[in-house]
């Protein structure tokens, strides 16, 4: 028995959705859904999906960063930039058991 999806990306958990309401179960009575990355759709599939909002254009912009210093010889190995994520909490968690 499962209690929860917790899925790698948006599109991963709402074709898990479509696919566990075929087999009779209710989101989120049955099973809890989320997913990763907070594409627009997620606010509007049924039900609305939980995900995690990254923050896409702060990553390009380090990544820019990053690839710019290994252009000019001034990056210094491994690097590991904490961002911050945020948890959009919406009905396909919402009451889940």
């Known amino acids: 028995d499962l209690d929860a999806v917790v899925a790698a990306n948006d599109r991963m958990a709402m074709g898990a959705m479509h696919t566990l309401r075929s087999r009779g179960l209710r ?4 099973i809890a859904v989320t997913g990763f990355d907070d594409i627009e759709e997620a ?3 049924a039900p609305p999906l939980t995900s995690v909002e990254q923050p896409l254009a702060e990553m390009g912009r380090q ?3 990053r690839l710019w210093s ?3 010889g001034s990056a ?3 690097i590991a930039i904490p961002l911050r ?4 909490i ?3 968690t919402i009451g889940a058991s």
């Open 43 to 45: 606010a509007w599939f």
């Open 27 to 30: 989101i989120p009575d049955d």
């Open 63 to 65: 990544a820019v960063r």
């Open 90 to 92: 919406r009905e396909s």
């Open 76 to 78: 210094t190995g491994p």
């Open 70 to 72: 290994e252009f000019d």
């Open 85 to 88: 994520a945020e948890l959009m």
